[in-house]
């Protein structure tokens, strides 16, 4: 069974950083491209940044472009986002997934809030 758990949001006033972890388990997603997404209350899910199974291909979102780095530790089988210079409107809960994403791999995400 293949399973994902986002950590490391919090609470961040505008300007801080936070660096958020996804563990992988159930299966091996180093051949795999992955991603984090996020969904703010009302909005539609949204991609945020990816990343090649190599690590050395990435995408980004042009609203996180500059701010977010995406990585990854294959040997952990985890993905990491380090966010900084955070806006409120980066406020969400944030999932990784697959790239593009598995709709049975959706995890229960982690909220990032931002305050102004």
């Known amino acids: 069974q293949v399973q994902l758990v986002e950590s490391g949001g919090g609470l961040v006033q505008a300007g801080g950083s936070l660096r958020l972890s996804c563990a992988a388990s159930g299966g091996t997603f180093s051949n795999l491209g992955m991603g984090w997404f996020r969904q703010a209350p009302g909005k539609e899910r949204e991609f945020v940044a990816g990343?090649?199974?190599?690590?050395?291909?990435?995408a980004y979102a042009d609203s996180v472009r500059g701010r977010f780095t995406i990585a990854r530790d294959n040997a952990k089988n985890t993905v990491f986002l380090q966010m900084i210079s955070l806006r409120p409107e980066d406020t969400a809960v944030y999932y990784c997934?697959?790239?593009?994403?598995?709709?049975?791999?959706w995890g229960q995400g982690t909220q990032v809030t931002v305050s102004s």
């Open positions: 990343i090649s199974w190599s690590g050395f291909n990435t």
């Open positions: 997934n697959t790239n593009p994403p598995e709709s049975n791999y």
